[in-house]
């Protein structure tokens, strides 16, 4: 097996160490990667940094046509994007071509919004004293920023890291997920057909335990991270003066109300707790249920949730594939245990069979329960029965986490008094929390992060807002 390389300040690099690539369902062996040395980290690093003003100064349609170059690349290459990364993550490769063709949207968005990204104007002579000058107002990259990215989108979350980055003018260096990081190798292999400067981008593959230095490094002023919460906050922690963005966990909510269609709640929540192997911060994980249509609904949740297909991820029929790993796939299964423990219901699921868990349904689980409390990361959902709107969003609120949150009402009225009152960054109406346009600011609060991604809000985190006055000017 071929060992790919990785990309160091925009050129193919290998390194004295070698890192197998397998698939969690069977074990095969899906590829090689070799890693950077030290010295090769340093190098990237120091590129980045010198490489940062011609960065900043290229022209738009330089940096516009690079994203678009890039977009039109991944959905030549879509197929083969598609079928790498359900080998690398187990992801169906249903849902690994959505991914690509969400990847390929990511850059497209950034291409476009690279192009709108521009100053304006602002008249100062509103005071007298002010008379003649006229205010330039432009947003500056922060500098060269370190993307590190999760498992579980191995292509679309680097897309939202290196897209914006590159859409301001900012050097990127990618640490991607030691488990999973032959697409992104795939995107520096894109990237790389491109007019960009060298040290404008690098994907580096090094092992967890060397992140730290990539952290602390002056020389990389931006880090963006998406990962687990208590990652998160210690990168934050252990470097107070950057620019941090956290893209964290959540236990996110499905409210289903007594007005809800419920055959389309039951069979979005029943999708949409198990896709991915519920491996996506904002899968169903509670269900929050109006007492009067709960056994209604229930009864259809549970006929949904025996209808997915459970299997082989590239078979094309199958909908819930395997975790991550087995070792991800035993944690889930002993906090399914806990709660069942405690009293806990099961009503579907449980089961465990190497790093595939069934879709699991539970009911009347304590509250202190990790698969209420925490993030389960995998294919559990909890039912909750309440006996209104007060109680139910009361409910999402009662929680470390905010990242979004699902409403099924057919009440303008409720949409809105749900924006007002639910402690989230996203409210979804008419559909499960799952829900994200990769446009559109997406994020969380409490627990579940700091800042926004989606191109145009990533772009703006990933830059600072520059004055210049004009005077003596006759306006």
């Keep these: 097996m071929d060992v790919r390389p990785f990309w160091l300040a925009g050129r193919p690099a290998t390194g004295d160490g070698e890192l197998t690539v397998t698939n969690s369902l069977d074990g095969r062996a899906v590829g090689v990667y070799s890693v950077p040395t030290p010295a090769q980290v340093e190098e990237a690093v120091a590129a980045a940094h010198a490489v940062r003003q011609e960065a900043a100064a290229l022209p738009i349609h330089v940096r516009a046509e690079a994203l678009s170059h890039v977009a039109r690349r991944l959905a030549e290459r879509s197929e083969e994007i598609a079928r790498l990364i359900t080998g690398e993550n187990g992801k169906p490769i249903l849902w690994a071509r959505a991914e690509v063709g969400r990847g390929v949207a990511t850059f497209r968005f950034a291409a476009e919004e690279a192009r709108r990204f521009s100053g304006s104007t602002q ?97 990389l002023p931006v880090v963006s991270f998406t990962g687990s ?145 925490e993030e389960v990361f995998g294919p559990v959902m909890v039912i909750q029965e309440v006996d209104g709107m007060d109680e139910a969003f009361a409910l999402v609120n009662n929680s470390a986490y905010g990242l979004q949150a699902g409403v099924f009402t057919r009440s303008l009225d409720v949409a809105f008094r749900a924006n007002r009152e639910l402690e989230t960054g996203g409210v979804i109406i008419g559909d499960v929390p799952s829900y994200r346009a990769d446009q559109m600011p997406y994020g969380g609060v409490k627990e579940s992060g700091v800042g926004r991604e989606g191109v145009r809000s990533a772009m703006e985190d990933m830059t600072y807002e520059k ?9």
């Design 123 to 219: 008249r100062l002579d509103t005071e007298p004293a002010a008379t003649g000058r006229l205010a330039y107002v432009t947003r500056v990259p922060r500098g060269p920023v370190l993307a590190i990215t999760p498992f579980n989108f191995p292509l679309n979350l680097v897309a939202h890291k290196v897209a914006p980055a590159l859409a301001v003018g900012a050097p990127v260096i990618v640490k991607p997920a030691p488990a999973t990081p032959l697409s992104s190798l795939v995107l520096g292999e894109i990237l790389a057909e491109t007019e960009l400067p060298a040290g404008m981008f690098s994907v580096l593959p090094v092992p967890n335990d060397r992140a730290a230095g990539l952290v602390e490094d002056p020389r």
């Design 229 to 373: 919460g208590p990652v998160g906050f210690a990168i934050m922690d252990r470097v107070p003066r950057k620019h941090v963005t956290l893209e964290l966990g959540g236990n996110a909510a499905a409210i289903v109300l007594a007005d809800a269609d419920l055959e389309w709640a039951a069979s979005r929540v029943a999708l949409f707790s198990n896709y991915q192997a519920g491996q996506s911060c904002i899968a169903v994980q509670r269900v929050i249920v109006e007492r009067s249509v709960r056994e209604e609904f229930v009864e259809r949740l549970l006929k949904a949730v025996e209808g997915l297909v459970t299997g082989d991820p590239a078979d094309e029929a199958t909908q819930v594939g395997p975790l991550v790993s087995v070792a991800a796939a035993e944690r889930v299964e002993a906090w399914i245990g806990e709660a069942v423990a405690a009293g806990g219901r099961l009503l579907a699921g449980g089961t465990r069979d190497g790093a595939v868990v069934a879709p699991t349904v539970l009911a009347d689980v304590p509250a202190d329960a990790l698969v209420v409390r």
């Design 467 to 475: 004055v210049m006055v004009l005077t003596g000017l006759t306006l």
